[in-house]
């Protein structure tokens, strides 16, 4: 559906990135209302959005005014809005479609002769982006917009922080390209729960751990599969195995490169053995053939990137890049920050496991992972443990937390709990081994004071960095 100057819009959802598109659709459209669905925003933004010529509502309105409407997957489809429009034949495009719109239409020859990278799936987005960066860098311009910041692969330079992986961000994010002066070769886009469209390679790394969305109308997964719907013609599509087990079907008019993180033979590139004394990824993508060595690093848990490891390898293969190349920046990684990663503060060991993919199941791997650094001097393991709600949609589930505490507390030496839902876990298992901090920060530094040189730090929180 083409949006254009006659057209009527209304957003719906202004928390999740509806703030920036009701902006950037008043350039192509010919109105735009918003509806600040969850009534998030404060009277000072919806006044701006005003005095821009954007009408917006605190409740559901008419649809009969609208031409099209413009709603995100994970809206319950109770809500007033939607039920009218379809009674009433108004075609609903979600959040990634209209960013996709303002994409070709605002930024279409900027990105002329570029080419456009964006990845989906409810695991290892950002470390899969993080490799892939590192590798097309070597011969191309590359900047990257992931849930780490947009950055600038060339000079080393973040652009901005701060943005969410909503498809929207991709727009502020070209905005500070734009604003940076920078013309890079490759752009890649972390996006949460689909693709725009306007991909030449779409990438799906997993739909593992599937969760529900819309009120519990739909799962994740199919959300997901936008980035297989809006492909467009003859683009690439580099797709997990255990998405094409689920969805059962591909579209013909595109290139698809498959890939498995376990061993699976029909995939173009999958895993001959992996372990955490190494890794052999084989590929065969065309009449290109072969293997690629990864070599256990002492910096992070390598079967944690397993995921990222293929898809990256996938993808650049897929790019015409060198296999050598791709072993050269995968032997060089020492790992992304918040993935599993082993680095030192003040003496102590800290496995940063922090991040906004983080789950209880990543949780438990962390620990086990801690348990392997401790070599029998007496190491003391202090774990901290919650989330950062503010800065995350999805968080962590308080009953996921108190079932781990109950399993694995005799296996700490003490467990810090951070964020507000976690306060009545704290109460109710308070004592000599249960501290609580109201963020990251405050409860790495609680856990640096409870612990001496060569103790280890597993920090495990949910944030967005």
């Known amino acids: 559906m083409r949006i254009d100057s006659s057209s009527r819009v209304a957003v719906l959802d202004l928390t999740h990135g509806g703030l920036v598109l009701a902006s950037k659709l008043k350039d192509i459209a010919g109105s735009v209302t918003a509806v600040d669905v969850y009534k998030t925003s404060g009277s000072d933004v919806l006044g701006n959005l005003e005095k821009d010529g954007i009408a917006t509502f605190l409740e559901a309105t008419d649809v009969s005014g609208f031409d099209i409407l413009v709603a995100p997957v994970h809206l319950k489809p109770s809500h007033p809005m939607l039920i009218a429009a379809k009674v009433k034949g108004i075609p609903v495009i979600t959040h990634h479609e209209a960013a996709g719109e303002v994409l070709s239409q605002l930024f279409g020859k900027v990105l002329e002769d570029k080419t456009v990278i964006e990845i989906t799936g409810t695991k290892a987005k950002t470390s899969t982006a993080h490799l892939l960066a590192g590798i097309l860098s070597k011969n191309r311009k590359v900047v990257s917009h992931t849930s780490r910041g947009v950055e600038d692969w060339n000079t080393g330079k973040v652009l901005k922080k701060g943005l969410s992986i909503t498809p929207a961000s991709i727009l502020s994010a070209m905005d500070a390209v734009r604003e940076a002066k920078l013309e890079p070769d490759v752009y890649i886009f972390e996006i949460s729960l689909g693709g725009t469209g306007c991909a030449d390679t779409g990438v799906i790394t997993t739909i593992s751990n599937d969760y529900r969305i819309a009120n519990g109308t739909s ?48 995939c173009n590139v999958y895993y001959e053995d992996i372990s955490s004394n190494g890794a052999i990824i084989a590929y065969f ?39 050598g190349i791709i072993e050269k920046v995968i032997l060089d990684f020492r790992g992304a920050e918040g993935r599993m990663r082993k680095t030192q503060l003040s003496g102590r060991t800290l496995i940063d496991n922090s991040n906004s993919g983080m789950d209880i199941r990543t949780a438990e791997k962390a620990l086990s992972y ?27 589930d308080p009953a996921g937390v108190r079932r781990f505490v109950e399993k694995y507390s005799g296996e700490l030496d003490a467990l810090v709990l951070v964020g507000d839902r976690m306060k009545p876990v704290f109460r109710d298992y308070s004592g000599d081994k249960m501290y609580y901090a109201d963020s990251l920060e405050a409860g790495i530094q609680l856990a640096e004071g409870l612990t001496d040189e060569k103790d280890i730090i597993l920090s495990c929180v949910k944030c967005f960095r």
Do not use: W
């Open 219 to 266: 799962g994740a997964s199919e959300a997901k599969r936008q980035m297989i719907l809006n492909a467009k013609p003859r683009s690439k599509l580099v797709v997990n195995h255990d998405a094409l087990k689920y969805f059962g079907a591909c579209r013909r008019d595109v290139e698809l490169v498959s890939f498995s993180d376990e061993l699976v033979s029909s």
């Open 370 to 396: 801690s348990k392997q650094q401790v070599v029998g001097q007496g190491e003391k393991i202090i774990m901290v443990l919650g989330e950062e709600a503010r800065q995350v949609c999805e968080g962590l």
């Open 285 to 323: 993508i065309g009449k290109k053939h072969g293997k690629i060595r990864i070599i256990p690093s002492h910096d992070y848990d390598i079967t944690s990137y397993k995921i990222a490891f293929v898809c990256a390898t996938a993808v650049a293969l897929s790019m015409g890049v060198d296999a």
